[in-house]
């Protein structure tokens, strides 16, 4: 049974820093690429990032580029999203997601399994 797991969300000011983790097991997480997506109500899920399985290879959306930094620790069977300065536009709901193959993807189709989300938000 494959279980993905994010923590670490929580309340920032803007320009603040937040590390997001996201736990998998019950697959074969080194041939897996995993992507950070999020979500606002009323909107649709949107890319934010992705890692290859050997974590060599990134892929991120631009409104995130040069703030958040994806990485991953397969010992660990452990991806991060390492978000800073913040912006009240980065406020939603963020998903971690596994693919069964080990390329980057910003396509949510591409993504099997999905964790529960944690609820990141950006406010004085």
């Known amino acids: 049974q494959v279980e993905v797991v994010e923590s670490g969300g929580g309340l920032v000011q803007p320009g603040g820093s937040l590390r997001l983790s996201c736990a998998a097991s019950?697959?074969?997480?080194?041939?897996?690429?995993m992507g950070w997506f999020r979500q606002v109500p009323g909107k649709e899920r949107e890319f934010v990032c992705s890692?290859?399985?050997?974590?060599?290879?990134?892929l991120y959306a631009e409104p995130v580029t040069g703030r958040f930094t994806v990485s991953r620790d397969n010992a660990q069977k452990t991806v991060f999203l390492q978000m800073n300065t913040l912006k009240p536009e980065d406020t939603a709901a963020y998903y971690c997601?596994?693919?069964?193959?080990?390329?980057?993807?910003?396509?949510?189709?591409?993504?099997?399994?999905w964790g529960q989300g944690t609820q990141v938000t950006v406010s004085s």
């Open positions: 997601a596994a693919k069964i193959w080990s390329s980057t993807s910003r396509n949510e189709n591409e993504y099997k399994y």
């Open positions: 019950g697959l074969n997480f080194n041939a897996a690429a």
């Open positions: 890692i290859s399985g050997s974590g060599v290879t990134t």
